[in-house]
């Protein structure tokens, strides 16, 4: 037995710690990774609560340590395999292990004192739902995609299936199975709406007592109790949003992600910067477990591994033989030729008109980020594009000209690429400017806006859905928000109001989101019996991909978009890693970037690896200043796997930074803003 254990410790105001602390001897055969004990701490008169998390027999000469002095609880709170997987986090996400510990673990396990706190009553509507045991009978086709995910030998794998062929039935199937061989089940959906959705029709089907949910909005107090209960293994089915990843489920069988493709699986801010995704694959390769990824949409990523590893399985028709609904291009130029300078084409606004007059409502979507904007060609529509990396240049006032802000470099004069024009024009349309517009041209409807901008208070969002819903608003305009999960049957007409913008962020993926967003956008229209109808309008009817999610041909899109990303070494042919250099002196925080950025080129060459690690920048991010700091950016594409994601990370820990610069390192980044 080890003479010393690591023991991770709350301090007030310095976060979780680890310190050593000597093993006394009545406690050697009893010490586990994962139990709770008692220890003294500096000066403090009483004891501390910490956790067990390592063993040692060595210290360095000059460390003092003082002894536990008992274990609180026999039974641990998390196991060995589990610390394997904080471990594996925080060396992939490069970030501490105090950082994943804090994402991971309730601060209420912290506390002193644990038995203060009583059962916090989880009383919620869902609950009162009865089980019904009702099961649906599968149709031809999901009973045979069923049957191959049960035969298939791959950890992963992706049910690629249209909007509404029935994925979650396959789901329920795999999850039932599970059950039976007595293991458990985490399931993943992106939007906190989504998880009580599935919840619901979870609890109906098996019972309200194995299934809990954890999420950011739900308290410590209850995470804790779910935390019991999981140590307990009381609970079954564990729903959530990203965080659910790192609850400690016992004896997993099967995690399950739902809209795998969606972005909010990973975290941007703070550490760790982790993808739930990914930190699956790692939870189901050291429990032995399964892993299911669905999608109407997927992520190119998860779409190429599922082909190449022959884990791909496909539901091609919608349940019940729905049809899907109608999707009509109308181009603005032409728009434009007949002097219609609103954001409303003709078509559009007949639309409306006759949806609302049939007491049908309407959907707009104006798919904006706030910060981004782009240069369009009104003669031909194209874009500007940076060549060396195919996103969207920004125009800069100050300097007249258009950059990339991935690689920094510069064009002036621009004129159309393709056809030579000067009738270029600058977009940053929000969904305030449609909504002013809206109102304008359709004084007689009752219109809301729903996005993040709107929100002021808590509960605003589902008030508004609620009204929505029981038909008090005519047209609703929102973002992305309102693209995913919103069930209204009487919605018949859903327009986007530019198609162009989903598609123009300066993001190497923004095609692949603007692809989801238009396909998913798309299925809010004509849910019930009644037929729906979908119109973008776009300056650009060439655009490839809009003709994708027009047609909603997933397969042609992924083809479309794998050879261009092969072409320039974007992901899945590479693996990205951003460094974001900050201060609030712009010069130093430019300066230091191109530092790093010389001596990581050095430090790569010098190991004849930069033909397969490719360093892009430093350049201004596009988001350039956030509270006061500047920011600049370095990209890395690294091509080579584990081996290059280990050298660039030797290289970034190496660096020393002075006081006033701030480093930050996302791993595979969600975006590049
Ligand atoms: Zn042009
Ligand atoms: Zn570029």
């Known amino acids: 037995m080890p003479k010393y254990a690591q023991v991770l410790v709350d301090i007030n105001k310095l976060g979780t710690k680890t310190f050593s602390y000597l093993i006394p001897e009545n406690l050697k055969n009893k010490i586990k990774i994962g139990q709770a004990v008692s220890i003294p701490f500096g000066n403090r008169k009483e004891n501390l609560k910490a956790y067990i998390v390592g063993f040692n027999d060595y210290l360095e000469a000059n460390i003092k340590p003082k002894e536990i002095s008992e274990i609180l609880d026999n039974e641990p709170l998390f196991s060995l395999k589990y610390l394997k997987l904080l471990e594996w986090v925080s060396n992939y996400y490069f970030c501490d292990i105090q950082a994943v510990l804090n994402t991971a673990l309730p601060q209420k396990f912290f506390e002193k004192n644990v038995k203060k706190y009583r059962t916090p009553k989880i009383k919620n509507i869902i609950f009162d739902i009865a089980k019904t045991n009702e099961e649906k009978t599968l149709s031809d086709e999901q009973e045979k995609i069923y049957k191959e995910i049960k035969k298939v030998n791959s950890k992963t794998s992706l049910l690629y299936g249209i909007t509404g062929s029935g994925k979650t039935e396959i789901y329920f199937k795999l999850i039932e199975d599970t059950i039976k061989e007595g293991k ?28 809990a949910i954890w999420h950011s909005s739900i308290t410590e107090a209850q995470k804790y109790e779910t935390w019991k209960k999981l140590r307990n293994n009381e609970i ?57 990824l669905g999608s109407a949409t997927p992520s190119i990523d998860s779409y190429y591994e599922a082909i190449n590893t022959n884990s791909l399985f496909t539901l091609k028709n919608r349940y019940n033989n729905a049809t899907l609904p109608k999707v009509v291009v109308i181009d603005m130029k032409a728009e434009r030729a007949e002097r219609n300078y609103t954001l409303f084409s003709k078509t559009l606004k007949k639309n409306v008109e006759e949806t609302i007059a049939r007491g049908e409502q309407v959907i707009f979507l104006i798919n904006r980020r706030g910060f981004s904007s782009y240069t369009q060609c009104m003669e031909c529509g194209e874009v500007i594009e940076c060549k060396k990396c195919a996103i969207p240049m920004i125009y800069h006032a100050q300097t007249n000209s258009h950059k990339c802000h991935y690689c920094n470099s510069e064009l002036h004069n621009a004129k159309c690429p393709k056809c030579d024009s000067e009738a270029l024009e600058h977009f940053g349309l929000g969904s305030e400017k449609v909504e002013i517009q809206a109102r304008a041209i359709f004084p007689e409807y009752k219109i809301e806006r729903l996005d993040s901008d709107s929100l002021s208070k808590k509960n605003e969002h589902i008030e508004i859905l609620k009204r929505f819903q029981n038909k008090e608003i005519d047209i609703l305009i929102g973002t992305q928000m309102i693209a995913k999960g919103l069930d209204n049957k009487n919605v ?60 909603q041909d997933y397969e042609n899109f992924y083809e479309n978009e794998i050879e261009l990303r092969e072409m320039l070494d974007y992901p899945p042919f590479s693996k990205m890693i951003r460094i974001i250099l900050s201060s609030k002196n712009e010069f130093r925080a430019q300066k230091s970037a191109s530092e790093i950025e010389l001596a990581l080129s050095d430090y790569i060459k010098k190991l004849t690896l930069d033909e397969t690690i490719l360093i892009l920048g430093p350049s201004e991010c596009v988001i350039k200043k956030i509270k006061e700091e500047y920011r600049f950016n370095i990209i890395i594409k690294n091509k080579i796997g584990d081996l290059g994601h280990r050298t660039v990370l030797r290289f970034l820990k190496s660096i020393k930074l002075p006081n006033d610069i701030k480093m930050v390192v996302d791993i595979d980044p969600s975006d590049i803003l």
């Open 236 to 292: 079954k089915i564990l729903f959530g949003a990203r965080s659910a990843v790192f609850a400690p489920i016992k004896d997993l069988g099967l995690i399950i992600i739902d809209e795998e493709h969606d972005s909010s699986y990973k975290q941007t801010m703070p550490n760790p910067r982790y993808n739930a995704r990914e930190v699956a694959k790692k939870l189901c390769e050291l429990y032995d477990a399964k892993l299911i």
């Open 184 to 211: 458990n089940v985490i399931f993943l959906a992106p939007e906190i709406a989504l998880v009580s959705q599935l919840t619901m029709r979870t609890i109906e089907r098996f019972g309200a007592d194995c299934v």
């Open 492 to 551: 018949t007409l859903v327009g986007v109001i530019n198609a162009d913008l989903s598609f123009n962020l300066p993001d190497y993926r923004s095609s692949e989101r603007g692809f989801s967003i238009l396909t998913q956008v798309a299925g809010r229209s004509g849910r019930g019996d009644k037929e729906g109808k979908v119109i973008f309008q776009t300056y650009n009817t060439q655009n490839i991909y809009l003709q994708n999610a027009q047609e």
